[in-house]
């Protein structure tokens, strides 16, 4: 088995993809160069190709700003990842003086369309009412290479997209300036007009009939603190389109004369497709067509309770060549089986036979993404074209993969991407777009696909089991010298069409695994983490925030054990162990403020008592506090105070609500769901037998306090995920007596 | 069979091939109003929750020859962005929804608990709204339905 010591993981994985753009815009640079001028040729057209439902107003200026992109695209840490390459549009505005921003990144609902509407609002001098965001289509906007994830959507277009629309605003005031006879200095701009010498015009005045403009260089940006909107609790963009019942999902997407379309795939993990008999359902009712493909057969019909009454006449004979069981999982998945690789070492290694070395198992299950709006896609395939509407984290990726399958022209695929009914990292895998387009192109109109609930349980990407090992030692004041995690996890990124086989080669670990599994307490001298990496017979991959969840359950559950081992209060003892400088310093003020905030204490009051729990991730540190109790063995969070700093948080409410849904997401993931393997399927497949967290599960009460500790925005959409496992935990085990070391917890 | 309801306050009547068709569908795709979700289609997370006659209705496994004759009302029946129900003027002030998939069956679910319980305690809600929210948005919901009942008594 390969035995690489990795270090500095983080800093190698950037600098590779950092590379990776590198290539791609000084390709792009060389076919930029034939067209160097100062006065560029910017495209005027009259209306878009209305779509479906999702069509959007008449446009009258677009406004590509591709180099610009590019060089900016080099410098960002992290770095915006879109390809640049692509006919390239940000912003258009519309005769009713409205802007359109084509976002590169989607809204899956963690509100980066609102943070991004706050950002162009401030530095293009519109009022926040006038944007109007849409996701950036593969055809008409700069689509992101990689992915929306990460929690990286607005940390990574915090510089450029501000100096996009800043450079607009000086560009239509150039404009302007000569429209209306007076000098750019004298010009002032707010609420999409400008003003000066007496005049005024708005932007689409302005805008108009314009088809050579000239580019100013990047204007300077504004301090953040004179922003109106950045930094404030700014209502979403989408709020009213999501409380009327707008249709802006994918499932919500349609064509003229579109069919519908219903799919079989293997139940069992490992089955293939032997044949079908096809002949009952070909003659039911509404019945255009059935599709045979090595991997699936589907029906296409007139409507979709046609397309599924079709689909149970067929009778399908399935290769089986074994039935998996979960003890076998459980026995691939173990701390000493699969690939090594050190992720973190520091100081030397800990003898497991040495007195006074304590060692701990921990576990989590397989779960499921579960998001609401199931995977689908429109799609229509016509005249080697390609148009495919759907909710999708990848939309450069899904257009590559649309392209391959069905031998298109990249170019001649466009990508429409919509309001996603959740995401979770289920979306970074859209093979469904594949599904859609081949049914499509089998019946030359546009088609609908979605996934039954069992298909989305089965077909699920899922988040991989994990076994834990901590050892750890403490010294004579009752510090821990010694600190070990041991970790063993299947997919997260590695096999994930999101890692370039190369990167995962180059970096010979599973980043995503790694996520929250480095120890955070630098004054500890000895600490590490070990991976252990196994590919596992069905699909496992990104779930939001990774390995963050499961890797800070067993870090912190630990940690907790270590405190009361020493007879110290979990606060100081976490404390005594952090530094003073940089991130040290930043995950000391979070556990302060939420153990100040909540009155952290080790006793337990009125039958409750309180957990504490802190991780790091992606530089935003997050500490959180729990009151517990339990009736009948159900454990009941009352409230959870949690401190959370991730820099700049351009709207605070929406850090908050992130911050809420991740606690009880968390709280869902620790105490209720696992997916199980029951004679060779995937089990259950429909929610209810999946528990979840549902209203009466989740605490009445979180107090949230920001803290900001950095001067840009960092990731906040899955940080806060990772104290809450822990943080139950530790109450319950100062509640009851009782470690529990299993997810999800049970009380025997 | 010829399908004849009011719908949104509009009296509509509708060829369905099969009366067995979930309502969820005929309302989805025969009357193009999108606002109710399908999210399983096995009445277990609430998405597709629309009124009948009043009542919360999972309408993914509500055979639409039910609704002959029967009041139906969806999430764009509810209000509007002019005159948004209290449900949904408590939405917007708690700016609940994230990905917003789930919401308008919470609201509906909602509307009709008010409905019946003006000013629900929260062990009501925990026993009455049990729809699935995977943002989980369900401290924002709790207080909106809590603001809700009071705008409702206003
Ligand atoms: S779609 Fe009807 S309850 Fe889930
Ligand atoms: S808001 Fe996304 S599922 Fe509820």
Known sequence: MPSIVFLNCKKKYISTIQRFNKRSASTSKKMNKNKKSSRRKFLVRGGLGTLGV????????????RRKTLSISESLIPPYNGSGTEANLWFEITQENQVVLHSSKVEMGQGTFTGLAQMVADELDVAI???????????????????????????????????????????????????????????????????????????????TDVTDWDVPSTPDLRPVNTYKYVGKPVPRVDLAAKVFGDPIFGMDAEMPDMLHAAVIRPEHVGATFKSADTSKAAGMSGVVKIVETPDWVGVIAKTFSQALSAKRAIKVDWDIPKKWTESEIKDMLQVGKGDRMITQKVGDELDPEEEGVVAMEFSSPIGAHAQIEPNGAVAHVVDGKATIMLSTQVVGITQKQVATALGLKKKNVNIIPTFLGGGFGRRLNTSHAVTAAKLSQAVGKPVKYFFTRKEEFQNDTFRP????????????????????????????????????????????????????????YGKIKNHRSV????????????????????????????????????????????????????????????????????????????????GFAASIDTGSPCAQVVEVSMVDKEI?????????????????????????????????????????????????????????????????????????????????GEPPLGPIGAAIGNAVRRLTGKRVVDLPMRIV | M???????????????????????????????????????????????????????????????????????????????????????????????PQCGYCQPGFMMATAALLAENPNPTDEDIDNNI?????????????????????????
């Open chain 1, 54 to 65: 999702l069509a959007i107003g008449t446009y009258v200026f677009r406004n590509p700003i």
């Open chain 1, 129 to 207: 009412e006038q944007i109007k965001v849409v996701g950036a289509a593969s055809a008409t906007g700069i689509v992101d290479g990689l992915s929306t994830g990460g929690s990286l959507s607005i940390a990574s277009l915090w510089v450029p997209l501000r100096e996009m629309a800043a450079t607009m605003r000086e560009m239509v005031k150039g404009e302007a300036a000569k429209k209306m006879g007076v000098s750019v200095a004298s010009l002032s701009t707010k609420d999409g007009v400008v003003s000066g010498g007496g005049k005024t015009m708005t932007y689409a005045e302005v805008a």
């Open chain 1, 465 to 520: 089991p994990t076994h834990h090992i901590m050892r750890g030692k403490l010294n004579a004041n009752g510090l821990l010298d010694s600190l070990e995690h041991h970790y063993a996890s299947g997919d997260v990124a590695i096999n994930s069409a999101l890692m370039p086989g190369v990167v995962n080669t180059i970096l010979g670990t599973d980043i995503g695994a790694m996520r929250g599994a480095n120890i955070m």
């Open chain 1, 531 to 610: 991976q252990w990496h196994t590919t596992l017979p069905f699909a496992t991959s990104w779930w939001r925030s990774l390995g963050l969840l499961a890797n800070t359950f067993a870090i912190e559950s630990f940690i907790d054990e270590m405190a009361l081992k020493a007879g110290k209060n979990p606060v100081d003892f976490r404390l005594a162990m952090l530094g003073t400088a940089g991130n040290q310093a930043r995950i000391r003020k979070v556990i302060e403020v939420a153990a100040a905030k909540s009155g952290y204490t080790d006793e337990v009051v009125d039958g409750k008592a309180m």
């Open chain 1, 636 to 716: 009941k969070v009352h409230k959870v105070t949690c401190a959370f700093d991730c820099g700049v948080a351009v709207n605070p409410d929406q850090v908050r609500s992130q911050c809420e849904g991740s606690i009880n997401m968390g709280i869902s993931g620790a105490l209720h769901e696992k997916m199980t393997l029951k004679d060779g399927q995937l089990y259950p497949t429909i929610y209810g037998p999946y528990q979840m967290a549902l209203m009466r599960n989740t605490p009445k009460e979180i107090d949230i306090h920001l803290i900001q500790g950095a001067d840009v925005p960092l990731p906040v």
């Open chain 2, 2 to 96: 010829k399908l004849s309801f009011n719908i949104n306050g509009q009296p509509q009547s509708v060829e369905i091939e099969d009366p067995n068709t979930p309502l969820l569908w005929v309302v989805r795709d025969i009357m193009n109003l999108k606002g109710t979700k399908f999210g399983c289609g096995k009445a277990a997370c609430g998405a597709c929750t629309l009124h009948v006659d009043g009542e919360a209705v999972r309408a993914c496994s509500y055979p639409a020859k039910f609704a002959e004759g029967k009041k139906v009302v969806t999430i764009e029946g509810l209000g509007t962005r002019e005159n948004p129900h209290p449900v949904q003027q408590a939405w917007i002030e708690h700016v609940v």
């Open chain 2, 130 to 154: 049990v729809n699935v929210c995977r943002c989980a948005t369900y401290t924002r919901m709790r207080k909106a339905i809590h603001r809700a009942a009071e705008l409702g008594q206003e």
